[in-house]
Nanobody, 121 residues
Framework: QVQLVESGGGLVQAGDSLRLSCAASGRTFSRYAMGWFRQAPEKEREFVAVINRSGGSTYYAASVKGRFTISRDNAKNTMYLQMNSLKPEDTALYYC??????????????WGQGTQVTVSS
Protein backbone atom coordinates (compact mmCIF):
# COMPACT_ATOMS: atom_id res chain seq x y z
CA GLN A 1 0.00 0.00 0.00
CA VAL A 2 1.16 3.54 -0.69
CA GLN A 3 0.67 6.65 1.45
CA LEU A 4 0.26 10.00 -0.30
CA VAL A 5 0.82 13.51 1.09
CA GLU A 6 0.10 16.62 -0.94
CA SER A 7 1.71 20.02 -0.42
CA GLY A 8 2.18 23.33 -2.18
CA GLY A 9 -1.33 24.73 -2.10
CA GLY A 10 -2.07 28.31 -1.17
CA LEU A 11 -3.79 31.57 -1.98
CA VAL A 12 -2.78 33.21 -5.25
CA GLN A 13 -4.15 35.77 -7.67
CA ALA A 14 -5.59 35.03 -11.08
CA GLY A 15 -2.80 34.60 -13.60
CA ASP A 16 -0.30 33.38 -11.03
CA SER A 17 1.42 30.01 -10.95
CA LEU A 18 1.65 27.34 -8.28
CA ARG A 19 3.32 23.94 -8.07
CA LEU A 20 1.76 21.12 -6.10
CA SER A 21 3.73 18.12 -4.88
CA CYS A 22 2.59 14.66 -3.89
CA ALA A 23 5.07 12.68 -1.82
CA ALA A 24 4.60 8.93 -1.73
CA SER A 25 5.82 6.43 0.85
CA GLY A 26 5.35 2.76 1.34
CA ARG A 27 5.68 0.54 -1.67
CA THR A 28 7.83 1.34 -4.69
CA PHE A 29 6.59 4.57 -6.21
CA SER A 30 7.31 3.53 -9.77
CA ARG A 31 4.77 0.70 -9.44
CA TYR A 32 1.94 3.22 -9.45
CA ALA A 33 0.15 5.21 -12.07
CA MET A 34 -0.61 8.61 -10.57
CA GLY A 35 -3.08 11.40 -11.00
CA TRP A 36 -4.50 14.66 -9.71
CA PHE A 37 -8.13 15.36 -8.96
CA ARG A 38 -9.88 18.36 -7.43
CA GLN A 39 -13.10 19.16 -5.66
CA ALA A 40 -14.61 22.60 -5.28
CA PRO A 41 -17.18 23.36 -2.57
CA GLU A 42 -20.56 21.83 -3.33
CA LYS A 43 -19.27 20.28 -6.54
CA GLU A 44 -18.41 16.76 -7.61
CA ARG A 45 -14.82 15.58 -7.62
CA GLU A 46 -13.20 16.42 -10.96
CA PHE A 47 -10.40 14.69 -12.81
CA VAL A 48 -7.42 16.96 -13.56
CA ALA A 49 -4.53 14.91 -14.99
CA VAL A 50 -2.90 11.48 -14.98
CA ILE A 51 0.59 10.18 -15.62
CA ASN A 52 1.78 6.63 -16.23
CA ARG A 53 4.39 4.76 -14.22
CA SER A 54 7.39 5.91 -16.20
CA GLY A 55 6.18 9.48 -16.70
CA GLY A 56 6.21 9.07 -20.44
CA SER A 57 2.49 9.40 -20.96
CA THR A 58 0.11 12.04 -19.62
CA TYR A 59 -3.51 13.02 -20.09
CA TYR A 60 -5.34 16.17 -19.07
CA ALA A 61 -8.85 17.39 -18.54
CA ALA A 62 -9.88 19.88 -21.20
CA SER A 63 -10.32 22.57 -18.55
CA VAL A 64 -6.61 22.55 -17.63
CA LYS A 65 -4.88 21.40 -20.81
CA GLY A 66 -2.24 23.87 -21.90
CA ARG A 67 -2.08 25.48 -18.44
CA PHE A 68 -1.23 22.58 -16.11
CA THR A 69 1.64 20.10 -16.40
CA ILE A 70 1.81 16.81 -14.52
CA SER A 71 5.19 15.19 -13.94
CA ARG A 72 6.89 12.73 -11.63
CA ASP A 73 10.35 11.98 -10.27
CA ASN A 74 10.52 8.31 -9.43
CA ALA A 75 13.91 8.75 -7.77
CA LYS A 76 12.31 11.20 -5.31
CA ASN A 77 9.01 9.32 -4.95
CA THR A 78 7.21 12.51 -5.85
CA MET A 79 4.63 13.68 -8.37
CA TYR A 80 4.07 17.30 -9.32
CA LEU A 81 1.40 19.51 -10.81
CA GLN A 82 2.66 22.76 -12.27
CA MET A 83 -0.28 25.14 -12.58
CA ASN A 84 0.11 28.27 -14.69
CA SER A 85 -2.34 31.01 -15.65
CA LEU A 86 -4.54 30.13 -12.72
CA LYS A 87 -8.19 31.14 -12.80
CA PRO A 88 -10.71 31.61 -9.98
CA GLU A 89 -12.51 28.50 -11.24
CA ASP A 90 -9.39 26.48 -10.42
CA THR A 91 -10.13 27.04 -6.73
CA ALA A 92 -10.55 23.62 -5.12
CA LEU A 93 -9.10 21.02 -2.81
CA TYR A 94 -6.54 19.16 -4.90
CA TYR A 95 -5.95 15.46 -4.29
CA CYS A 96 -3.30 13.14 -5.58
CA UNK A 97 -4.22 9.56 -6.36
CA UNK A 98 -2.39 6.34 -7.12
CA UNK A 99 -3.24 2.95 -8.52
CA UNK A 100 -1.13 -0.08 -9.33
CA UNK A 101 -3.14 -0.61 -12.50
CA UNK A 102 -4.41 2.65 -13.92
CA UNK A 103 -5.74 5.99 -12.73
CA UNK A 104 -8.80 6.95 -14.74
CA UNK A 105 -11.12 9.96 -14.62
CA UNK A 106 -13.37 7.76 -12.51
CA UNK A 107 -10.82 7.37 -9.71
CA UNK A 108 -8.02 5.33 -8.20
CA UNK A 109 -7.27 2.99 -5.33
CA UNK A 110 -5.27 5.31 -3.06
CA TRP A 111 -5.80 8.96 -2.15
CA GLY A 112 -4.06 11.73 -0.26
CA GLN A 113 -5.74 14.16 2.12
CA GLY A 114 -5.65 17.11 -0.26
CA THR A 115 -4.12 20.57 -0.44
CA GLN A 116 -6.21 23.71 -0.86
CA VAL A 117 -5.71 26.01 -3.83
CA THR A 118 -7.54 29.32 -3.79
CA VAL A 119 -7.35 31.73 -6.72
CA SER A 120 -8.62 35.26 -6.19
CA SER A 121 -9.84 37.43 -9.04
Amino acid sequence: QVQLVESGGGLVQAGDSLRLSCAASGRTFSRYAMGWFRQAPEKEREFVAVINRSGGSTYYAASVKGRFTISRDNAKNTMYLQMNSLKPEDTALYYCAADEKVVTPNGAAYWGQGTQVTVSS
